[in-house]
């Protein structure tokens, strides 16, 4: 296995991708999306054609509050795919966020698997990507670049602490991140977003970068899990699969939404990543006090499988599942959807309890405020 940045940057993103394609790599744990019921409205006194799903977000407006969330991009082969996920992105009226641009910024050569997204969505919302590792190497000059090869409108700065920890060619080193990121927002003038990658954000987290961040995506627990991809990557290269231990590990989704938004308050943006598979979960991103939900897995297998036709088609779906679960609870906006009653049970109800958040006040309270 070739180690290093040439090639090898570009080989991983490869194999990341069809690692994920053909392998199961979700987590074993759940997102906990199924602990959370809406509660049902047999009276909502609202016409569906009423609902308005649109949202505005990083100062560009959305159709219906989902970001296919940054994949890939950094291998020739990429590229394609990207341009697949610009159009899908553009047709739907979604945002979309690009993968990690580090093989872009070390080889020219593949800046276009990167760049091609912006062609294809050119007024659309378009986030960069670059990882808190990376950019304590690279500082205010990487963030700068990163953000003007996509023309982006925010800037997703992703951890993945796990990843670089279980992966062959990691770089487990996981300090002065908080600096780094407050560099970097000096640096560029489009919104910073502290992303996780599927291990979800704590409140901990959260009280640590809330004053240097303009945003944060959850990245939560029960999706895609990294270190059962990089498990499956080092099978593949006949080392030993460290990493499974790990197929349960991080902060579920729905409880990481809870988490981040009681210490970030209303006004910085809350995205929900990280086993979102359907409108439902979609509604009850927004249920939980996020802003917009955001979604990888399925829709790269779907843009694969199906073209860019299938995967809008899929998409249309899980926005109009989103609406109905909006008609349903008689909200005729995306931000009536955090006061909406909710029930909340199981192993989320026993998240909540053992970290000091009342499970009542969640359930009557207006989560975007923060309960
Ligand atoms: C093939 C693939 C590649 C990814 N690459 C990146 C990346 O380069 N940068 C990043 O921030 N997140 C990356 N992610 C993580 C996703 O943005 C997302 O946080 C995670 O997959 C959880 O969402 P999901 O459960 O819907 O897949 C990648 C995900 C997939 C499936």
Redesign the pocket.
């Known amino acids: 296995m070739e180690r290093g940045w040439s090639g090898g940057t570009r080989e991983r993103k490869w194999e990341?991708?069809l690692a994920?394609v053909w392998e199961d790599v979700e987590s074993d744990a759940s997102p906990l999306f199924e602990c959370v019921h809406l509660v049902h409205r047999a009276l909502p006194e609202l016409d569906m054609d009423e609902v308005d799903t649109r949202v505005r977000l990083f100062g560009k407006e959305l159709s219906f509050p989902l970001i296919i969330?940054?994949?890939?991009g950094g291998h020739p082969k990429t590229g394609e795919i990207n341009r697949r996920l610009g159009v899908v992105a553009r047709k739907l009226g979604i945002g979309i966020?690009v993968?990690?641009q580090r093989a872009g910024v070390e080889d020219p050569e593949v800046r276009w698997t990167f760049e091609v997204v912006r062609e294809e969505y050119p007024d659309g919302l378009v986030l960069a990507?670059i990882g808190l590792p990376q950019l304590r190497e690279g500082g205010a000059d990487l963030a700068v670049e990163v953000v003007d090869m996509v023309d982006a409108d925010a800037l997703?700065v992703?951890v993945n602490v796990l990843q670089e920890a279980v992966q062959l060619e990691g770089e487990p080193d996981a300090s002065g991140f908080v600096e780094t990121l407050e560099e970097v927002r000096e640096a560029v003038d489009v919104p910073v977003v502290l992303?996780e990658?599927?291990t979800g954000v704590s409140a901990e987290d959260a009280e640590l970068v809330k004053d240097v961040v303009d945003g944060i995506d959850v990245?939560g627990a029960g999706?895609?899990n990294w270190a059962v991809v990089e498990s499956v990557r080092s099978r593949a290269h006949g080392e030993a699969p460290v990493g499974r231990a790990f197929s349960r590990w991080g902060v579920p989704t729905a409880a990481s939404i809870l988490e981040v938004r009681r210490v970030v308050g209303p006004d910085v943006p809350v995205i929900g990543?990280?086993?979102?598979r359907d409108g439902l979960d979609v509604a009850k991103v927004l249920a939980l006090g996020g802003d917009c939900a955001?979604?990888?897995?399925?829709v790269?297998r779907k843009v694969l499988s199906e073209g860019v036709s299938g995967c809008v088609r899929f998409l249309r779906t899980v926005a109009r599942e989103a609406r109905i679960a909006m008609l349903m609870t008689g909200c005729r906006t995306v931000e009536e959807m955090s006061r909406v009653p909710i029930v909340v049970h199981g192993r989320l109800k026993e998240w909540l309890e053992c970290r000091g958040i009342d499970p009542e006040r969640v359930c009557s309270g207006d989560r975007r405020q923060g309960c």
Do not use: D
């Open positions: 990341h991708v994920c969330a940054g994949m890939t966020g993968g990690s990507n997703a992703h992303k990658t599927g990245g999706g895609t990543t990280g086993g979102v955001g979604m990888a897995l399925p790269l």
